[in-house]
T-cell receptor, first 113, second 113 residues
Framework: QQQVKQSPQSLIVQKGGISIINCAYE??????FPWYQQFPGKGPALLIA?????SEKKEGRFTISFNKSAKQFSLHIMDSQPGDSATYFC????????????FGKGTTLSVSS | DGGITQSPKYLFRKEGQNVTLSCEQN?????MYWYRQDPGQGLRLIYY???????QKGDIAEGYSVSREKKESFPLTVTSAQKNPTAFYLC????????????FGQGTRLTVV
């Protein structure tokens, strides 16, 4: 299976601070780079995703930065809020037959008020 | 509303007993997946299916079985061969195998009693 390495494993940020989560991958065929957000006891849901034709995408306080040469992409949460406290997963994917959907191990974010 | 329905939300299994977790989707998606989530382990892939009557083993398939007789249904059986089945189980679907958004159910929490 393709390797996906997510860091850090956990993150504590003060309210109003910036949260940064990184995802490194090996498969150069990946062409879809999403971040999923999961609250305790719930299933994950897509937060934001990027295609490789752009290097950055912003939706409100959430930004994805993509570095094709380094084979990594990052999630930036600006003005972090207690409601952002959740687990975040990256799951890069490719349009390749036979490939399954593989997730990073997750980052648990706690935003203190 | 379109989505994925998992049932039951909570399930208790006795030692040596097989149990089946239900997953139904009305999104008309071709691909469906089962994941196991343990604290600090992220989402680990058990089985996935690209199309009806076809499925593939994931990273931790031992002690589990699946079927895909209908497009909308992908039940997971946890057999007595699975020695440590206590976990949170998540079902997901995508329109096709590849670079597209994954939709998740709300999960089933299985506990061995």
């Amino acid at each position: 299976q393709q390797q996906v390495k997510q860091s850090p494993q956990s993150l504590i940020v003060q309210k109003g601070g910036i949260s940064i989560i990184n995802c490194a991958y090996e498969n150069t065929a990946f062409d879809y780079f999403p971040w999923y957000q999961q609250f305790p006891g719930k299933g994950p849901a897509l937060l934001i995703a990027i295609r490789p034709d752009v290097s950055e995408k912003k939706e409100g306080r959430f930004t994805i930065s993509f570095n094709k040469s380094a084979k990594q992409f990052s999630l930036h949460i600006m003005d972090s809020q207690p409601g952002d406290s959740a687990t975040y997963f990256c799951a890069p994917a490719a349009n390749q037959a036979g490939t399954a959907l593989i997730f990073g191990k997750g980052t648990t974010l706690s935003v203190s008020s | 509303d379109g989505g994925i329905t998992q049932s039951p939300k909570y399930l208790f299994r006795k030692e040596g007993q097989n149990v089946t977790l239900s997953c139904e989707q009305n999104l008309n998606h071709d691909a469906m997946y089962w994941y196991r989530q343990d604290p600090g382990q992220g989402l680990r892939l058990i089985y996935y299916s690209q199309i009806v009557n076809d499925f593939q083993k994931g990273d931790i398939a031992e002690g589990y079985s699946v079927s895909r007789e209908k497009k909308e249904s992908f039940p997971l059986t946890v057999t007595s061969a699975q020695k440590n089945p206590t976990a949170f189980y998540l079902c997901a679907s995508t329109e096709f195998i590849g670079n597209t958004e994954a939709f998740f159910g709300q999960g089933t929490r299985l506990t061995v009693v």
